[in-house]
């Protein structure tokens, strides 16, 4: 099992849709746990941190997180075309990464 | 956030020789990391760059291929050795600043070995 799998899309959307990705972990004792965003040709660059059960909201934004289903999810509402990247989890302490989600929103 | 840079941004190079990429940090960080992303898959956490002691190494990654140098809390090399095309891909380096734990990533490295 890996320890961190994310669905695997691509993952389509209407412009103006909510999109939503989903992660699962395996390490139980996972205390921290980050969304990435990574365009093509460039850097990850964060989007959100979670810590404690339940929503993060930041704009558009929201991360959800169930320690006791490990799972953490990102649903991005009013979605735009640039939007339209990869979204990586990562896991902590020593981050893990997931193999990432390649949204596109669709105009 | 912090400011990091990686020079070079790109380079060809041929088999069999080496290449060192530099991330600088714009003020001390707490930690610093390097990871490879392969064409179309995630980041692979190569090692954690010790300042001022052996680099921490993931399993899959030893010194002799991959040494790593922390000098001190802004600046870390990373050296691809004895390179094969198997070693084309994008090396990051990534920074924890004080007591967080969130990285940020550098611009990256784009490696392609002929």
């Known amino acids: 099992q890996k320890e961190v799998e994310q669905n695997s899309g691509p993952l389509s959307v209407p412009e103006g849709a909510i999109a939503s990705l989903n992660c699962t972990y395996s390490?139980?004792?996972?205390?921290?746990f980050f969304w990435y965003r990574q365009y093509s040709g460039k850097s990850p660059e964060l989007i959100m941190s979670?810590?404690?059960?339940g929503d993060k909201e930041d704009g558009r934004f929201t991360a959800q997180l169930n320690k006791a289903s490990q799972y953490v999810s990102l649903l991005i509402r009013d979605s735009q075309p640039s939007d339209s990247a990869t979204y990586l989890c990562?896991?902590?302490?020593?981050?893990?990464f997931g193999a990432g989600t390649r949204l596109t929103v669709k105009p | 956030s912090a400011v990091i840079s990686q020079k070079p941004s790109r380079d060809i190079c041929q088999r069999g020789t080496s290449l060192t990429i530099q991330c600088q940090v714009d003020?001390?960080?707490?930690?610093m990391f390097w990871y490879r992303q392969q064409p179309g898959q995630s980041l692979t956490l190569i090692a954690t760059?010790?300042?001022?002691?052996?680099?921490?190494?993931e399993s899959g990654f030893v010194i002799d291929k991959f040494p790593i140098s922390r000098p001190n809390l802004t600046f870390s090399t990373l050296t691809v050795s004895n390179m094969s095309p198997e070693d084309s891909s994008i090396y990051l380096c990534?920074?924890?600043?004080?007591?967080?734990?969130?990285?940020?990533f550098g611009p990256g490295t784009r490696l392609t070995v002929l």
């Open positions: 979670i810590y404690s059960n």
């Open positions: 990534s920074v924890i600043r004080g007591n967080t734990d969130t990285q940020y």
């Open positions: 003020s001390q960080v707490t930690m």
């Open positions: 390490d139980r004792g996972s205390q921290s």
């Open positions: 990562a896991v902590s302490s020593v981050m893990r």
């Open positions: 760059a010790n300042q001022g002691s052996e680099a921490t190494y």
